[in-house]
């Protein structure tokens, strides 16, 4: 049978295309954000960050945007490879000093 | 050079007992946090630890407490083990733990309750 809470929202990406991934954050008052992926059987892996005070940042292959006004982050991933399937997470910094609040996660698929 | 390092990687624990997992963290990084995550779920924050004192606490019951040593190695203790209690525990460290600096995680302990 099936439990709740082991079903992630997944995207199932074909190799060679761009993925988007999206996340509502909660708390207005956050001023930093980290995108994380976790693989199987292992820890969350930091990709990317972004402060409120901007709205983009980009990486290797990874863009992070950020829409203060709707609440709402995207991590987009280009020419997507079969190493990126894994679970990815957002998280914003809430307080000051560092607690972080996850995201439920998303499950990222790459199909060949 | 070595990222967060935690151990053991798995346990296994009976209703009742209690365990100790530890964490180093890179080397340089000051603060420590712990969190747990439930299959299937996003971390949940347990405890964050700077220089010694404890400088956040999550929604967990006095049942978990932790510490951080002179080192910046930090233990996180849990007492009367219920079988809710069993998760992934993942370590992060960071700088400063200030909130602009990215904290960094280890690869967990796999806590298992019989």
């Known amino acids: 049978g099936e439990s709740v809470g082991l079903h992630l929202p997944t995207l199932s990406v074909q190799e060679g295309d761009n993925s988007i991934i999206n996340c509502a954050y909660s708390?207005?008052?956050?001023?930093?954000f980290i995108w994380y992926k976790q693989e199987s059987g292992k820890g969350p892996q930091f990709i990317i960050d972004?402060?409120?005070?901007?709205d983009k940042r980009q990486g290797q292959r990874v863009t992070v945007l950020l829409n203060k006004t709707v609440k709402h982050l995207s991590l987009q991933i280009a020419a997507t490879q079969p190493g990126d399937s894994a679970v990815y997470f957002c998280?914003?910094?809430?307080?000051?000093?560092?607690?972080?609040?996850f995201g439920a996660g998303t499950q990222v698929v790459v199909t060949p | 050079d070595a990222g967060v390092t935690q151990s053991p990687t798995h346990l296994i624990k009976t209703r009742g007992q209690h365990v100790t997992l530890r964490c180093s963290p890179i080397s340089g990084h000051k603060s420590v946090s712990w969190y747990q995550q439930v299959l299937g779920q996003g971390p949940q924050f347990i405890f964050q630890?700077?220089?010694?004192?404890?400088?956040g606490r999550g929604n967990f019951p006095d049942r978990f407490s932790a510490r951080q040593f002179p080192n910046y190695s930090s233990e996180l203790n849990v007492n009367a083990l219920l079988l809710g209690d069993s998760a992934l525990y993942l370590c992060?460290?960071?700088?400063?733990?200030?909130?602009?600096?990215?904290?960094?995680f280890g690869d967990g302990t796999r806590l298992s309750i019989l």
């Open positions: 630890y700077y220089e010694k004192e404890e400088r």
């Open positions: 708390n207005s008052a956050s001023d930093y």
């Open positions: 998280a914003e910094n809430e307080d000051s000093w560092g607690k972080l609040q």
């Open positions: 972004i402060r409120s005070n901007m």
């Open positions: 992060a460290s960071s700088g400063s733990g200030n909130q602009d600096q990215p904290q960094h």
